[in-house]
């Protein structure tokens, strides 16, 4: 049985002399952003007065927050089954990915046959792939899952085959001299190695698995934040559509966050993780 600390074996000590960053604090990691948007919405504000922009063209931060607010309980109905599809993908998705990246780096044979052809999928673009999996599969969830799931895969598939792969030579080494189990090596060496490749495929896949489903439901969908942009879109309530836009991106930021949260509890070793 191997007895090391693996946490530390993985990520190494600190080399004398070097000295870690501060943290920053939560003021400033919230406040610096939320700072740089308040300038973006004031801006935004000013040349759409300034210039006269009509409504129907860009309308003004204070027109979308008023749409925002007369339609909240329109935006969150349609926000219900958007998060449900993303969520599904995303999980389904990013699963898949892990499962096969753990072929790979076992069997080197199944990566060079099925990599090439990951590669291919990645390559077709989603609005094409849409339409065919709303005629073979309905108007439902289901489509709208899988568009979600294969914008989810490619990222995790192959940051989840680098982790496991970026172990060190000394390190299996050491666990090859106290006669670790390949099960053993894996567990307590390569799934640790991988740990922050995977979160940072999953931050990605958290945003684009809601990208998505919001493509998705433009092809055959009756509910949801895409089918509002399109009906926003069609009755030149542009207002709406924003407003629409913005409740997305809300989403999509509630995911990120999600994620970010079970790093910083999960990949505890990790410096950039407690930054």
Aim: proline share 5%.
């Amino acid at each position: 049985m191997v007895g090391t600390n693996t946490e530390t074996l993985v990520m190494g000590s600190a080399k004398p002399g070097t000295k870690r960053k501060p943290k920053k604090s939560a003021l400033r990691r919230i406040g610096t952003p939320l700072a740089a948007v308040a300038v973006l919405v004031i801006l935004w504000q000013v040349v759409c007065v300034v210039f006269k922009v009509p409504y129907y063209i860009v309308p003004s931060p204070i027109e979308v927050g008023t749409s925002f607010g007369e339609n909240i309980s329109t935006l969150l109905e349609h926000a219900v089954p958007t998060v449900i599809e993303a969520g599904a993908g995303f999980l389904v998705g990013n699963s898949i990915a892990i499962v096969l990246a753990v072929l790979f780096v076992h069997w080197k044979a199944a990566e060079d046959a099925l990599m090439p052809v990951a590669v291919f999928i990645q390559t077709v673009p989603i609005v094409a792939i849409a339409p065919v999996l709303v005629l073979m599969l309905g108007t439902g969830y289901a489509p709208k899952v899988v568009i979600a799931a294969l914008i989810s895969f490619f990222p995790t598939l192959v940051n989840m085959v680098k982790g496991l792969k970026a172990v060190e030579k000394e390190h299996l080494e050491l666990f090859r001299l106290l006669s670790a189990s390949r099960s053993e090596t894996f567990w307590k060496l390569r799934v640790f190695a991988s740990m922050p490749f995977l979160f940072s495929s999953l931050r990605i896949t958290a945003t684009t698995s809601v990208i998505g489903a919001i493509v998705a439901e433009w092809i055959g969908s009756q509910r949801g934040l895409g089918y509002m942009i399109i009906q926003a879109t069609y009755n030149f309530d542009t207002p709406l559509l924003y407003a629409t836009m913005i409740m997305a991106s809300l989403v999509a930021v509630v995911f990120f966050s999600l994620v970010t949260i079970v790093e910083r509890l999960v990949v505890t070793w990790s410096a950039e993780s407690k930054m």
